[in-house]
């Protein structure tokens, strides 16, 4: 074959589906109080209001199969509480307890009535005007020691319970295309545990007063069921 291999980029979607218009406003307020039942024990406690209108359009064409609507709107109030529990087990030594409930909001990218592509493999992604946000139920304990000022050895551990999380999935076929798309699943979980040490220099030598090393190692396990 006399004919060199070449590469040729060409705009084949016209005006379907290569462009988008967004935006998003966030309106958000809290409450928090501290409260100390005894010497050894902190609490913290409070909530957060968030009003979220979130909002994409685009030009999706005669396509009905990848764009079946061609805008993507949020709009949602939630109230999203916290507590926090420090116990002084010792001088230096801290036991701390977390329950919090936050979102996951899907990005403009991922909403946007738009098709993309990864040059770096050729991968198709198709957005999703369908999309919703992702709500979390999160609980964090963790163990820390502080030797002396400025260094801490702590160990964690940590779970997440997502109502309708977004993932990423595949659709089509190989014969007529495939395309990633991010949907929202109908629910997940997240859970490992955390190792955390810093450590200062200074007893190494005096030039080294103001360095320090960190050190982390995180393991995290995550599960999802079948998307809606």
């Known amino acids: 074959n006399d004919k060199p291999l070449s590469w040729a980029l060409t705009d084949t979607t016209g005006s379907s589906g290569s462009f988008y218009q967004a935006q998003q406003t966030v309106i958000a307020s809290y409450v928090m109080t501290d409260l100390r039942l005894f010497k050894q024990l902190k609490l913290t406690g409070g909530a957060r209001f968030e009003n979220t209108y979130l909002e994409t359009s685009g030009n999706g064409g005669a396509d009905t199969i990848l764009f079946p609507s061609t805008s993507g709107i949020i709009k949602q109030l939630d109230l999203l509480p916290a507590v ?61 020691w502080f030797p002396r000022a400025g260094e801490v050895i702590s160990l964690g551990v940590f779970y997440k319970d997502i109502d309708a999380p977004i993932e990423q999935t595949i659709f089509g076929d190989p014969v007529n295309g495939q395309f990633l798309q991010y949907v929202n699943t109908t629910r997940g979980q997240v859970w490992g545990w955390e190792i955390e040490m810093r450590k200062r220099l200074d007893q190494l030598h005096a030039y080294l007063k103001d360095f320090s090393i960190f050190f982390n190692f995180t393991q995290i396990q995550i599960q999802y069921r079948d998307w809606e």
């Open 84 to 144: 926090g529990a420090t116990f002084e087990l010792a001088k230096d030594v801290n036991l701390r307890f977390a329950w919090s409930q936050t979102l996951a909001r899907p990005s403009f990218k991922e909403l946007g009535p738009v098709i993309t592509q990864d040059f770096s493999d050729s991968t198709l992604f198709n957005r999703n005007t369908s999309l919703k946000l992702g709500h979390a139920t999160n609980y964090d304990f963790r163990a820390e």
